[in-house]
């Protein structure tokens, strides 16, 4: 006999079921799954599929819904890569200051992200520090600009990779590395076909944190961005336009695209990182 | 032509074969320290820098103005009932997902974790649509004098949204970890429900719960994009202090904007480094992703 979905397998003794189970249930209904229910009913049945596509499928919400998911693919690509090496740095080397930066990385967690914005723009703006020492050597305009909106990006998505990937790095038997030396392999090629692997679905978990994380960013990237209709407006910044306009049937067809696209990008990174874990025929 | 035979002066130094040259070492490092210093470190120290601009005097004059004052209480306000309820929520789960066997608990827990992938200004969103005066039980809520959206209880909401799996998240590897042994032996021995989660469960996990609680503060007094929808923004009233900092900024009052910015950045020093110093302290009894 099988046991029916949320209800107890076996008896036990231990007390607090019904309360605990209640409490959750409860609090999971009434914050997330009843508020999520009523935007997609408001979207299917009371709006319909063909009015959202119809709202959706307009350049400015077009080109919104791809700068938000470009500019937070690129910041994440980033954020992988520096992640992977900083993460090996923390935990490889040793050099002095390496525990308060250890925890700096974490900042972006702690740091709201107004506040995150309005810093941002102060030294990234033309007459910022670094924003004009950009514009006169590159001739490149960073806030106000699509270049400013990445920087708000992989600032919020810093610590995601680096977080996941450390511990693994920890855990990592250095007698594989000199394996792998010990057979011929070079130093380049010992970290690039056997260290890379093993540390690749951590990376991808960080990765797809980061990346829902700064797709649905908000508040550090409208003080950097500009915020111009078709360039530098991003998809929350139209959810929230729609809103002040009272066009709620607009709002939620934006909100359902930009959760549709996200949700699609997880799973499919879910899928790479099941085919990589199978590589590697880890557990 | 005579063949010398050349000895180096020093023989070259032994290198493991786990390790990456000198040269290597010290570009990543170097790499690493430009990239934080250009995108965390400098940052936050233009905060300050544009916060003091007119020296201290000034600054604290802007924070001492009835706006900015009842930002500040809201904003404290509104963490001391997220923070508790979240808590609360994150130990039940925690409890009914480690303790009891039951069908579902993948899906749960996926569910636990939905917030997270769902971006702050749709948060803030499903609370207009549920509560806001275009509903049937927004427009009856404000008609009753009870509004719930462009008021406190919205602004609470949204926040509970965005932090719901902090708490949870902290607890349940590290209850999943310690088993449940240790509970049956208090109530074979006779202990009530109520007194072997004070006396067993709770010394147990009170620093993952604490490090839960601090993320969830963190992320509960700073919150902005959820906040911003469902506020109305109403100076004085529903602004918090991440609102306000956005107001100083769009009426150009700089040195307001980055002072009240100064003291959020000083908040997320205090939670970094207790954050830290739990991570030093009590490794062992975190979760096995924050022990390094």
Not at chain 1, 194 to 218: D, H, I, K, N, Q
Not at chain 2, 27 to 52: G, H, K, S
Not at chain 2, 139 to 163: E, K, N
Not at chain 2, 266 to 278: G, H, I, P, Q
């Amino acid at each position: 006999m099988t046991a029916r979905p949320f209800t107890l397998r076996n008896p036990t003794p231990m007390p607090g079921w019904g309360l605990s189970f209640g409490i959750m249930v409860t609090m999971l209904s009434v914050i997330v799954l009843v508020p999520m229910g009523v935007l997609l009913w408001r979207g299917f049945v009371g709006f319909g599929a063909g009015g959202m596509w119809e709202v959706v499928n307009r350049p400015r919400v077009w080109s919104a819904l791809e700068l938000s998911f470009r500019a937070a693919l690129i910041a994440s690509l980033f954020n992988l890569v520096f992640g992977v090496i900083l993460a090996w740095v923390l935990v490889r080397y040793r050099f002095p200051g390496k525990r308060l930066i250890d925890a700096a990385v974490d900042l972006p967690f702690a740091l709201p992200t107004a506040v995150a914005g309005i810093a941002l723009t102060a030294i990234y703006a033309p007459n910022g520090v670094f924003g004009s020492v950009i514009q006169d050597t590159f001739g490149i305009r960073v806030a106000y600009t699509e270049l400013g909106i990445w920087i708000a990006l992989i600032f919020v998505g810093l610590p995601f990779v680096v977080r996941t990937v450390q511990p693994v790095i920890e855990e990592i038997d250095r007698e594989t590395e000199e394996a792998s030396a010990t057979l011929g392999a070079s130093r380049l090629r010992t970290v690039t076909h056997v260290v890379l692997p093993m540390l690749a679905p951590a990376a991808l978990t960080g990765f797809a944190l980061a990346l829902a994380r700064s797709v649905g960013e908000y508040g550090s990237v409208i003080f950097i961005a500009g915020n111009l209709p078709n360039v530098t407006e991003i998809a929350p910044l139209l959810i929230v336009i729609r809103l002040e306009e009272f066009d709620y049937d607009g709002a939620v067809a934006i909100a359902i695209a930009m959760l549709t696209i996200s949700f699609a990008l997880l799973l499919a990174i879910n899928l790479i990182q099941i085919w990589s874990r199978r590589r590697m025929g880890a557990v | 032509m005579t063949d010398t035979l050349t000895i180096p002066s020093r023989p070259r130094a032994f290198r493991p074969a786990t390790t990456e040259p000198t040269v290597v070492k010290g570009a990543l490092i170097a790499l690493c320290l430009a990239v934080l210093t250009v995108l965390l470190f400098a940052p936050l120290i233009a905060v300050f820098e544009e916060a003091l601009r007119r020296g201290w005097a000034f600054a604290l004059a802007s924070l001492s103005e009835p706006d900015a004052q009842s930002a500040i209480w809201l904003t404290l306000t509104v963490a001391a009932i997220v923070v508790p309820l979240n808590a609360a929520f994150g130990i039940a789960a925690a409890w009914a997902i480690t303790k009891f066997d039951w069908r579902g608990k993948a899906w749960v827990f996926t569910l636990i974790d939905l917030p997270f992938s769902v971006s702050p200004v749709v948060a803030g969103l499903l609370f207009v649509l549920m509560f806001g005066a275009n509903s049937a039980l927004g427009a009856w809520l404000v008609a009753s004098g009870f509004p719930i959206v462009f008021a406190v209880p919205g602004i609470v909401l949204a926040t509970l949204f965005i932090t719901f799996p902090f708490v949870a998240r902290e607890l349940i590897p590290v209850m999943l970890e310690q088993g449940r042994a240790e509970e049956e032996a208090a109530l074979t021995l006779g202990a009530s429900g109520w007194r072997t989660f004070f006396t067993v469960t709770l010394p147990n996990i009170r620093w993952a719960l604490l490090y839960g609680v601090l993320l969830c503060n963190a992320r509960a007094m700073g919150e902005f994009g959820a906040v911003a929808v469902v506020s109305g923004k109403i100076r004085g009233q529903t602004t918090t202090m991440p609102l306000m900092i956005e107001m100083f900024y769009n009426e150009y009052l700089s040195v307001a904007a980055f002072t009240m910015a100064g003291v959020l950045a000083l908040l997320a020093f205090v939670t970094l480094t207790l954050k830290t110093a739990l991570e030093w302290r009590y490794a062992d009894q975190l979760a096995a992703t924050h022990r390094h």
